[in-house]
């Protein structure tokens, strides 16, 4: 086996995210489960996709099975990792299952397969304008989710029925498995395979979510958003996640931030920034102007004899915060704007106004190598 194998079994690829190879593995789970899918070879590749997420959805096995395919994935020796020559350490499954053989401390009997257990988180990402997001809002949000079935209550049989314990693994919901290697007997656990480690067998499914014991449903949920708030930020909601196992809680919604840029400002954390154009005769007399912030306009006294680059601040005016009292401020920073097109009276003006200030003679020329001799010779 090849290390990419276990990715084409859930049909994701080598760089798919955790939530991305946990949602390929319940899609795929739910449809070839033996309880659902009576087609031939559904149940091998039920037990396909178990064995793929297994290693998968576990981070340090992925990691290991990436390195050096299934043999790593399951602890094996060899492939270069210092083991014992060729020796890949066949079916056995690591250090827990030697001393698992040793000690018989079988690790995975002691858990209850039945026990309840949360389901599963889900994440809704929101799209707020800027305002919304300076000023908080509250949002009803729509999405899907599996919740209890109605009609079986989360059991998974049909109504009148309940499941029986596992004739084979008799409700443990593993099974041992004893493999002759080069060190002698190993003993290793692996999930049962009649009752998919469910430790129960489902006679007469339920017909409505086919012994699953979940459903979809289209879920609506009412979200407040703080005033604030800003992109990558979340908002964790108990309980409105997916539907739990065995009579387990509902997991949670994480509702992540995203707010759409203003084509008026600029913000960094309370801090608001806005640019403001001034054309030369409101920069050399001053003026005032009255500037847009996102609580309203504000008039600012713009004083003679500004330049380009000079910043005002309008305390209080920016973004409320978040994990604080009170309101940043709003930075207001001038730009000169200097005219493209003038009139004749407009460039009559400018040059009056050079003349009054002794700049008549805007551009010299400047003199050269021989305009220099040649004013030595005549004496100047």
Avoid: W
């Avoid at 050399?284 to 847009?292: C, E, F, H, Q, R």
């Avoid at 996102?294 to 005016?317: C, E, M």
């Amino acid at each position: 086996m090849n290390n990419t194998e276990y990715y084409d079994r859930l049909g994701v690829s080598k760089s798919a995210s955790q939530d991305e190879i946990k949602k390929a593995y319940r899609k795929l789970s739910k449809k070839y489960h033996p309880d659902i899918n009576k087609e031939a070879g559904a149940e091998q590749k039920y037990k396909d996709v178990q064995e793929a997420y297994e290693t998968l959805g576990d981070e340090q096995k992925r990691a290991n099975y990436d390195q050096f395919g299934a043999a790593g994935a399951n602890g094996g020796f060899g492939g270069g990792a210092g083991g014992f020559g060729g020796f890949d350490g066949g079916g056995f499954g690591g250090f827990e299952d030697i001393f698992s053989s040793f000690f018989g401390g079988a690790t995975g009997a002691s858990r209850n397969p039945n026990a309840p257990r949360q389901g599963d988180d889900l994440q809704y990402r929101i799209n707020l304008s800027f305002e919304e997001a300076i000023f908080g809002i509250e949002k009803e949000i729509k999405y899907n989710r599996e919740t209890t079935c109605h009609t079986c209550t989360g059991s998974g049989c049909k109504p009148g029925t309940s499941p029986i314990t596992c004739s084979k693994c008799r409700g443990t919901g593993v099974i041992n498995i004893d493999t002759q290697t080069p060190l002698g007997m190993m003993r290793r656990q692996a999930t049962c395979d009649v009752c998919h480690g469910r430790g129960q067998e489902i006679k007469d499914p339920c017909q409505t979510c086919r012994g699953t014991g979940h459903e979809d449903e289209s879920h609506s949920v009412s979200v407040k958003i703080p005033a604030g708030v800003e992109t990558g930020q979340q908002i964790r909601l108990q309980g409105q996640g997916e539907a739990g196992f065995n009579g387990g809680p509902y997991g949670d919604l994480f509702v992540v931030i995203s707010v759409q840029p203003s084509d008026k400002f600029k913000r960094d954390g309370s801090t608001i920034y806005y640019n403001l154009d001034l054309n030369f005769v409101q920069a050399a007399l001053g003026d005032t102007i009255d500037v847009p912030t996102v609580h309203g306009d504000v008039a600012l006294s713009i004083p003679a004899g500004t330049q380009t680059g000079k910043t005002f601040r309008l305390k209080g005016k920016g973004a409320p915060r978040l994990r604080g009292n009170g309101q940043g401020d709003q930075h207001v920073t001038v730009t000169v704007v200097t005219p493209t097109k003038l009139n004749d009276a407009q460039k009559q003006a400018l040059k009056d106004f050079a003349a009054a200030s002794g700049m008549s003679d805007v551009h010299p020329k400047k003199k050269g190598f021989f305009d220099k001799m040649k004013d030595a010779f005549e004496g100047e």
